[in-house]
């Protein structure tokens, strides 16, 4: 079994890097004594230190687990005190990790359901060590910036993004050491539900009930829900590489403005950007009001008399969701009414584009909104503007669809 970071991992690991001044202070970044020191000692307070000799089995399990992930690191483990929530944690430090049990996990999983944990908390410091380390410098990076009060949404959502991924990565990690995927998530089941016997197969079709019916993608803020861990998990025993989509709906869903990632912003910004370019491939667009304009989208924005409308950009933004598609349609009405002196050319032109990329209804409600229009009024003005476009001889260099 190849077990590899998500696509996700990689890109974000890429686009911080690109930030070089940031990559290169937390790459250089190292833990101090004190901190390590206080760490150590807060563990101690808070815990029941789990040590080799009372415990040799529960060791034996974590020696199977380092083994089979390929890690040579000094493992602890603990039992957290006055817990009540089943869970478990870890913490990596250089050249050794620290895992937290809670509530009655000992009790309640059976020996290889056990196993199947300390593989997952273990895959954290795998991914953490490959590669150089870089996906760890990756997660400090984009958990500083979000954890920062002056943060931005889309770094808040790209980090949770981030963990969401990670926890899916580790429990793939389970199914490597355990080779066993019932055992992987039964051990799950237990854990979220604090029963000691659970069908897996019954909750795996539970899971399914919820995607038939609707299209669930996780809202969790650390970890997916359980059904979608679940049913991630399955997905990838039975489909590999090609249940990658599915688990992205799960985790990512549908791009919407108030869900922005940075990968998806930027995605919005580039279907912005090829608007207001066919927005102003006809040269009588080109006023200095309308360019003005365009400078405000992007400061180095250039025309490009080369772009048309194809099937690709039509079927992304057909699949855009509604709120994406109200914003396109405010940025057609803000460069249809930017030049009075255009009359209502730019907006007959505006109605074209709107029907050819499947934001008709949506721009003809933003047009009624803004221009305070009743249906008869919207009418007229699509015959006034449809008639004012007609005028305008179009040269061969300026057409918008492609051939």
Known sequence: MNLQPFDYHTK?????????????????????????????????????RLDKES???????????????GLNIDVTIYQAQNSVDNNA????????????????????????????????????????????SEFEVADRIITSIANDYRSEDVYIETARLFRL????????????????????????IKINTGLDKVSVESYLKQAEEIFVAEKAKSEYQTHPENYIRVRALK????????????IRDMIEGDIQLNGLDLFKQNKIKDLTFSLIKLLLKPKWTRTTAVLSLAKQYKSDFKTDDTIVINDELVNTI????KSVK?????????FALVDPTLEDVPM????????????????????KKELKLGERKLSDLHKKAAKALSEIKESNQEHIYED
């Not at 870890?90 to 895992?99: D, F, M, R």
């Not at 490597?176 to 799950?188: K, P, R, W």
């Open 326 to 334: 109200e914003y396109l349609s405010y940025v057609l009405l803000d």
């Open 235 to 246: 997905l990838w025993e039975t489909e590999k590489e090609n249940s990658e989509n599915k």
């Open 348 to 367: 007959g032109f505006a109605f074209q584009l709107a029907e050819d990329l499947t934001l008709k209804d949506f721009f003809n409600e933003v047009v």
């Open 89 to 132: 944690g870890i913490s990596y430090l250089p050249g050794e990790a620290h895992i937290v049990l809670s509530g009655q996990i000992m009790k309640l999983l059976t020996g290889d359901e056990l196993l199947s944990i300390l593989a997952h908390e273990l895959s954290h410091v795998r991914l953490f060590t490959i590669e150089n």
């Open 55 to 69: 415990n040799p089995e529960l060791y034996e399990k974590v020696q199977v687990a380092k083994d089979k992930l």
């Open 318 to 321: 057909s699949d855009l969701y």
């Open 165 to 188: 991924y990670m926890e899916l990565y580790c429990d793939r990690g389970s199914l490597l050491v355990t080779d066993n995927i019932d055992t992987v998530l039964s051990g799950l």
């Open 12 to 48: 974000l690991r890429g686009n911080l890097k690109g930030q070089k001044k940031t990559w290169d202070w937390f790459s250089s970044v190292k833990v101090k004594d004190e901190q390590l020191q206080e760490f150590k000692s807060n563990l101690l307070k808070n815990t029941y």
